[in-house]
């Protein structure tokens, strides 16, 4: 049977989406709907779809939806999709605050529809490989993380989003709109994080969009995580993280988002590099992940098991993201993080 897919949002990330479903047997593009009239026609013309004119219109006509509009225009949509009773993936962050996001999450929980969120990092074999090294617990306990993230300011360079310049649509800036994906994948890696502390600032001058976080991360097994995000004016050099982990036995570091390279060294070993198809096949079979969020999403939706990252791994994220400007608002001051209800992430990505 063939799962009929909705778009709504016709943008740069609905074109990730749709490049991912193209992997997918039996998924087709059905339907898509963008408030932006020639977006739209562009979208629908490039996979064959149908463009629609209202948000009803597309729910009618499909069996799952991708929500992949500005940040403020998640929670409308996404609470169309649910009332419609269909499967929905939302890009990442869910809503412009944590208040959102959560009550986004409730709306999924209670109409019980398959949910998944843009947080696809963790489908990367490259950060799927550093948190087996660090959970499987052979390099020891681990101690330390530095996590840098850059890119050039969104509403430049190939993303030429102006959309990510407003607070009213965005939220904020370098932090939620991006970096919200490290959070997310500083915590899956190390474990429950139990402090934040946050200091933020506005090289760019743009009013509530800010270019610069520093996160220091407390674990409740004691490793330390910093994070550093900075959005800047090099056209030349888009996203980029580099990551590096010291655990008492073992240097780990991941160099590429995706394929690498990874590195390994230890006090007994030779070191070890591994990238692109060596990575990808070291690492499937332990945790049996073909690396395809939208594949993903869409087994999810034929079998109706839960997708996975959920909305609910969402909120959390948003927690840390909360608690961070919080933080930087009060100078730096440490915010507790810890979690006191057993909502325990999933073991794998």
């Keep these: 049977m063939t799962i009929r897919i ?3 949002g016709c943008g740069l990330i609905a074109g990730f989406h749709a490049a991912g479903l193209e992997h997918v047997p039996d998924a087709e593009i059905t339907a898509v709907f963008d408030v932006d009239d020639a977006r739209r026609n562009r979208f ?21 939806v991708y929500v992949t509009t500005w940040t403020a225009a998640h929670p409308d949509a996404v609470e169309a999709v649910a009332a419609a009773g269909l499967p929905v993936f939302c890009e990442k ?10 009550a986004m999450e409730a709306t999924v929980r209670a109409a019980g529809v398959v949910n998944q969120v843009g947080l696809v990092l963790r489908s ?9 090294q660090v959970r499987s617990g052979r390099h020891g306990v681990p101690m330390s993380m530095v996590f840098r993230d850059d890119q050039y300011l969104p509403t430049r360079g190939m993303y030429a989003s102006t959309w990510r310049g407003d607070p ?23 474990g429950d994080i139990v402090s934040v502390n946050a200091v933020t600032d506005f090289a760019h001058e743009i009013d509530g969009i800010e270019d610069q976080v520093s996160v220091i991360m407390r674990t409740a097994e004691g490793a330390q995580a910093v994070l550093s995000s900075t959005w800047h004016d090099i056209d ?5 993280r580099s990551v590096e982990v010291f655990c008492r036995s ?21 070191p070890q590099t591994l ?15 073909a690396g395809n969020p939208d594949a993903d999403f869409v087994h999810a939706v034929r079998t109706g098991q839960p997708a996975h990252p959920d909305f609910a791994v969402a909120v959390r994220a948003h927690v840390l993201a909360d608690a961070a400007y919080r933080s930087a608002s009060e100078g730096g001051a440490p915010i507790d993080v810890r979690v006191t209800r057993s909502d325990e992430q999933p073991p794998t990505g």
């Excluded at 009213?168 to 190390?190: C, K, M, R, V, Y």
């Design 236 to 240: 030349s050099r888009p996203s980029q």
């Design 6 to 8: 909705g778009f709504v």
């Design 93 to 102: 962050p869910l809503g412009v605050d944590l208040a959102t996001a959560q």
């Design 168 to 190: 009213a649509l965005a939220g904020s800036g370098a932090l939620l709109e991006h970096s919200i994906h490290d959070l997310d994948l500083i915590e899956w890696i190390l």
């Design 275 to 289: 990238e692109g198809r060596e990575l990808v096949d070291s690492i499937r079979p332990i945790d049996g992940i």
């Design 250 to 270: 073992g240097h780990l570091a991941v160099e590429g988002d995706w394929f690498g390279p990874v590195r390994q060294q230890t006090s007994t070993e030779d």
């Design 124 to 132: 990367s074999p490259a950060f799927r490989w550093l948190r087996e």
């Design 44 to 64: 629908a013309d490039a996979h064959s779809a149908r463009a629609v004119t209202s948000l009803d219109e597309l729910v009618a006509a499909v069996d799952a």
